[in-house]
């Protein structure tokens, strides 16, 4: 992918360079990269639904009997959810201070922001802004989840997805464990299929990246190097000081002992770009590392490789703002906290698998008016930047291991 992206960039900036305003460059553009970009961005829209459907009702039913978690299984529900919380909002007010997605020249911002505004009828599966408030809260809880599904409705989607794991889990009939079956073998599937679409990641990527340096040049390059120093910014705030004082204060271990123990697992994470592939190498670790009790971090870690991503929450919320100060798109208050509700769930719903996030993001931008092919303006540095919140999200699910187990030894 990063070879895709560099080819991408080298032959852009060339043609913008000699062919700039060429009705030529303009055909290439047109009838030959762009419809590579989009029939990789439709693919992935394709996959959506059914992955972060099975993703999340599997994670809830990973819980066990909800009747019997106890204070092991409260804890780690309200952990996942203030840390992810905090992760976003992390990556959000960095957004907001930093501003990484302005200073591009209207001129040029524009002409992407009209290809765009065409293409988007074709490629945008999603559905209109969020409502706020009562109306929102109304909204949440779709009346009929297939139509949900149809018009991209994401919240509808989860809360139906949050409500099918509840129910696999208390029913306990051997009809319902078929189910459970079957959504596990559409997990599978759908995984097994992200992962056929993200080979062609790399042709996308050098088509969108040529499309992109192509029209707007060197400040391509300025850009994307903006975005991405915020995101390692706040993975490695997140990294070193929020999780280094939780494990301090409410796990009651070193964060330097935490950290040295951990090493094994982060470098797994980095190299695999999957919380899923980097499992077994976690457990090793809490348990021989870390000295973790086995029926706790067993229980806690399993579940984090899919629910507990603070860093994949974290890269949606901060993409998704970016994207929306590259496109001019004025996000408010309400609308980020929009957000940020949303990137929660989807760090919850996200597969633990590489570039497992772009469907979500790719959706949210459309919830939000911003044009979801805008994602293809990230997906050159995405390899990157998934190998460094896979790292996050594995010491997390480290971390929480550590602060559970500290009541429950």
Excluded: W
């Amino acid at each position: 992918m990063l070879a895709g992206g560099a080819i991408g960039v080298a032959l852009g900036l060339s043609a913008h360079a000699l062919a700039f305003g060429d009705p030529r460059l303009e055909a290439l553009i047109r009838y030959v990269t762009t419809p590579v970009g989009q029939v990789f961005l439709r693919l992935l829209f394709m996959l959506v639904i059914p992955l972060l459907v099975s993703a999340l009702a599997l994670g809830v039913t990973g819980l066990g009997d909800i009747r019997q978690l106890g204070r092991i299984g409260v804890k780690t529900l309200v952990y996942t959810v203030s840390v992810s919380a905090v992760a976003v909002l992390l990556g959000v007010g960095l957004v907001n201070l930093l501003q990484p997605g302005t200073g591009i020249p209207e001129p040029q911002r524009r002409v992407l922001l009209d290809r765009a505004q065409q293409a988007s009828p074709t490629l945008s599966t999603a559905a209109s802004a969020p409502k706020a408030g009562l109306d929102l809260l109304i909204q949440m809880v779709p009346d009929n989840p297939v139509r949900a599904a149809a018009s991209g409705d994401m919240l509808g989607v989860m809360v139906f997805s949050l409500f099918l794991g509840v129910g696999l889990t208390l029913a306990k009939t051997p009809a319902a464990e078929q189910l459970r079956g079957a959504i596990e073998g559409l997990y599978d599937v759908s995984m097994r299929l992200i992962g056929l679409v993200i080979r062609l990641a790399p042709y996308a990527v050098a088509a969108l990246l040529f499309n992109l340096t192509a029209q707007i040049g060197a400040d391509a390059l300025v850009l994307l190097s903006r975005y991405v120093g915020v995101v390692v910014l706040a993975l490695a705030i997140h990294q070193f000081v929020v999780y280094g004082a939780l494990v301090k204060y409410l796990g009651g271990m070193s964060p330097r002992t935490f950290f040295r123990g951990i090493e094994d697992a982060m470098l797994m994470a980095f190299s695999t770009a999957s919380s899923n592939a980097t499992l077994p190498t976690a457990l090793r670790v809490a348990e021989e590392k870390l000295r973790l009790p086995p029926h706790v971090s067993r229980f806690v870690l399993t579940i984090g490789s899919t629910a507990n991503q603070n860093g994949t929450a974290l890269f949606e919320g901060v993409t998704v703002l970016f994207l929306a100060q590259f496109y001019g798109v004025e996000l408010g208050l309400a609308r980020q906290l929009v957000v940020v509700g949303i990137c929660v769930l989807g760090g919850i719903g996200t597969a633990g698998v590489p570039a497992g996030s772009l469907p979500v993001v790719a959706l949210i931008l459309g919830m939000v008016g911003v044009p979801p092919e805008g994602i293809g303006i990230i997906l050159g540095v995405d390899r990157f930047l998934d190998m460094c919140r896979t790292t996050l999200n594995v010491s997390g699910d480290l971390a929480a291991a550590v602060v559970i187990s500290r009541g429950a030894r």
